[in-house]
C-alpha cells in the first residue's frame, strides 16, 4: 500500500508565498515521476508541474517563473515552492506520483488535496 501525505496549504495574501510538501510511503521500489495538480471550484483538474526521477521538470504556462517544483528522491518527497500567488491560484492542490511498488506494479497515485486560498 502506498500513501501520498500533503502538507503546506493555507491562506495567503496576494503576493505571498507558500511551499507544498508532498512525501509517499509505502512499499516503494521507486518513483518514476512526482507532479502537482490543482483544481479550483467549477474547474477541471489542471497540471501545475511534474518532476521525473531525472529531475527534468514541466509546469504549466500560467506559474513558470512563481512556482518551482523539487524533489528529495532519499525521502520520496516533491515540493512546490510558490510565490507571487494570485487569487487565481486558488484551487485544491493534489500530489500525484508515479511509483513502482514491490509487487513491481506500477500506477499513479493521488494525494488528498491540500487547499491554498489566495486572497486579493
Known amino acids: 500500500q502506498v500513501q501520498l501525505v500533503e502538507s503546506g496549504g493555507g491562506l495567503v495574501q496576494a503576493g505571498g508565498s507558500l511551499t507544498l510538501s508532498c512525501a509517499a510511503s509505502?512499499?516503494?521500489?521507486?518513483?518514476?515521476?512526482m507532479g502537482w495538480y490543482r483544481q479550483a471550484p467549477g474547474k477541471q483538474r489542471e497540471l501545475v508541474a511534474t518532476?521525473?526521477?531525472?529531475?527534468?521538470?514541466n509546469s504549466a504556462d500560467s506559474v513558470k517563473g512563481r512556482f518551482t517544483i523539487s524533489r528529495d528522491s532519499a525521502k520520496n518527497t516533491v515540493y512546490l515552492q510558490m510565490n507571487s500567488l494570485k487569487p487565481e491560484d486558488t484551487a485544491v492542490y493534489y500530489c500525484?506520483?508515479?511509483?513502482?511498488?514491490?509487487?513491481?506494479?506500477?500506477?499513479?497515485?493521488w494525494g488528498q488535496g491540500t487547499q491554498v486560498t489566495v486572497s486579493s
Open positions: 509505502g512499499k516503494i521500489v521507486s518513483i518514476n515521476a
Open positions: 518532476i521525473t526521477s531525472g529531475s527534468n521538470t
Open positions: 500525484n506520483a508515479d511509483i513502482t511498488t514491490g509487487l513491481l506494479t506500477r500506477r499513479n497515485y
